[in-house]
């Protein structure tokens, strides 16, 4: 039996969709002619196989030596008492991964350099706060396709050129000395500003926990219901409203605890200066660097929607100089047409595959593959960053 043969008769194993809903290409790369197609011109939708246009067209247009950057300035002269009479500013660069993720799981390990830097050069107060700058993106956080019902859930976290921990928090739930007693709630790392956290969790007697978190769309109040055992924490996750805010608490939060205090609360700017950097009074005093390559590995082994659309943005605004869905969509269109591909063969709208709008074909899909693997020059490089079946890093 031929290979083609085998493949058909697994098409044919229940249980199967719908033919209507099932397509399959398969080819052998550098043959023209595919191995087997199944109902391999039917456009269907992509899902999280979108991550994949989205991070290589990234890296075909960014460049293997890309690093997101996020940088920390001042934007007046600090006094010799140590108090800096105005902002600390910090301009985000789409930067997804200032969490734990690529730091041993320390959550607030990027903002301890931040803190160290700042004390070496004898800041004790910020006077006016922070300054969160996050006008490479638009405002747009949420993709007006994405299903509200399904706002807090990790996969569906919103977009901010300033960004902490996935925009997503961690729920925390305790139980108490006693059965019948109220759990102790709080968030973890960091409470975000302007979310509140309503508990309805009770001690349990034994040592489970059945406990859920709920916060519904555009709201900024969680709510925790559930029962959790003694001497038990449970946690769970939601997605924030508020990214730039959430960054805030955190670092805030390492400042204070370098000795560095804020003397307002944490202000966000939307637009771009309209005076260059240089002349706007603002003082570079850190950057912090993230290379494309761990992001985009994190993005297609782990299907990590979040990442995925802070690469696009982060694509749009680099090239057509404001991170938006459709500034990253027309450079993957661009890349696809470098490949020599018709870009009409496929619909894109977002990054990660969460709108239903996500359509190819199979055929399509495999043209593509088929074109990284063999007029592509980044491939080898981008290769590494894909996922395997039945790899769970």
């Not at 519904?216 to 996750?237: I, K, P």
């Not at 804020?262 to 009074?281: C, F, I, R």
């Not at 390559?293 to 802070?310: D, G, M, T």
Request: hydrophobic share 40%; net charge positive; charged share 20%.
């Amino acid at each position: 039996m031929s290979l083609s043969e085998r493949l058909l008769l697994l098409t044919r194993r229940p249980p199967i969709l719908p033919r209507s809903e099932f397509s399959v290409a398969v080819a052998r790369v550098g043959e023209s002619e595919p191995i087997l197609s199944v109902n391999g011109d039917a456009p269907l939708i992509l899902a999280s196989t979108t991550k994949v246009f989205t991070t290589a067209s990234a890296l075909d247009r960014l460049g293997l030596d890309y690093k997101f950057k996020t940088r920390v300035y001042r934007d007046a002269a600090v006094g010799e008492d140590g108090i800096l009479p105005g902002h600390l500013v910090i301009v985000g660069g789409g930067d997804p991964a200032i969490s734990g993720r690529l730091f041993d799981d320390d959550p607030l390990a990027v903002f301890r350099p931040w803190a160290a830097s700042l004390a070496k050069q004898g800041i004790r107060q910020l006077k006016d706060g922070l300054l969160l700058d996050v006008s490479f993106f638009d405002d747009v956080r949420v993709h007006p396709d994405w299903p509200a019902e399904q706002e807090q859930n990790w996969w569906q976290a919103p977009t901010s050129a300033l960004s902490y921990n996935d925009n997503v928090v961690l729920v925390r739930a305790t139980g108490g000395l006693r059965p019948g007693a109220p759990a102790l709630l709080g968030f973890y790392p960091a409470g975000p500003p302007l979310l509140s956290l309503i508990g309805q969790v009770m001690t349990a007697a034994g040592r489970g926990a059945r406990v859920g978190v709920r916060r519904t769309s555009g709201s900024h109040t969680v709510v925790a219901q559930g029962l959790v055992g003694r001497n038990r924490t449970w946690t769970g996750d939601v997605t924030v409203p508020d990214p730039p805010l959430y960054m805030a608490a955190a670092l805030s939060q390492v400042l204070r605890e370098n000795g560095i205090q804020l003397g307002a609360p944490p202000k966000v700017q939307t637009e771009p200066l309209k005076v260059p950097t240089a002349l706007s009074g603002r003082v570079l005093l850190h950057t912090h660097e993230t290379p494309i390559l761990p992001v985009l590995s994190v993005c297609n082994k782990r299907s990590q929607s979040f990442y995925a659309e802070q690469i696009l943005k982060t694509l749009g605004a680099e090239t057509r100089g404001v991170g938006t869905w459709s500034n990253g969509e027309k450079e993957v269109s661009a890349f696809l047409q470098r490949l020599g591909l018709d870009p009409d063969r496929y619909r894109l709208v977002d990054g990660s595959g969460r709108s239903r709008s996500n359509m190819a074909s199979a055929q399509a899909y495999l043209d593509f593959l088929k074109a990284l693997a063999t007029k592509w020059s980044k491939f080898d490089a981008f290769q590494p960053s894909l996922a395997i079946s039945g790899d769970m890093q």
